[in-house]
């Protein structure tokens, strides 16, 4: 009786671990990309909102390239966010006080996605906060906006182009795992 059980115990552990193992086959992980520039201004300490060009997302292509489909799409959750400066050469974020990151998509409401209060940043990179939000219908979209809102704490005598990386993770379905 003490084999039966253990044989059982052996075969439920090994379904289970054989589960875990496709679980991971339906994860995945989306990069998109984006510029936006923060205007030269002599105001200091005033929000300004940023809107970005639209990033198009090719999703259904991405999807297809991780064997599954929107429809078959659990979750997905933006798991980074990079900010680099890429002009002038050498700029680094010392000027930004504060700056959240908003994404919106065709008729769903736009939602923060990233922020960084109080930079003390001194480099040409930052690495953003990310909320711990639920994008699903956002990345199933072919098209995406993201809004910047900024707020600088010394005056800028040029603008500044910046590079917003995103990874978004996503969990879907296959075969129905």
Known sequence: ?????????VVTLASFQGCNALKKLTQFRVNQSTDF?????LLVNVPISLPSPEITTNSSQTFSNNNTSADMIESVKLEEMKLTVTSPSGKSFSFLKDIQLYLSAPNLPEVLVAEKLNVSSTTGELLLDVKDVELKEYLKKDKLSLRSQVLTDEVLTQSIQIKADSRFFVDAKILGF
């Open 1 to 9: 009786m003490k084999k039966v059980l253990l044989f059982i115990a």
């Open 37 to 41: 520039s923060v205007p030269s201004s």
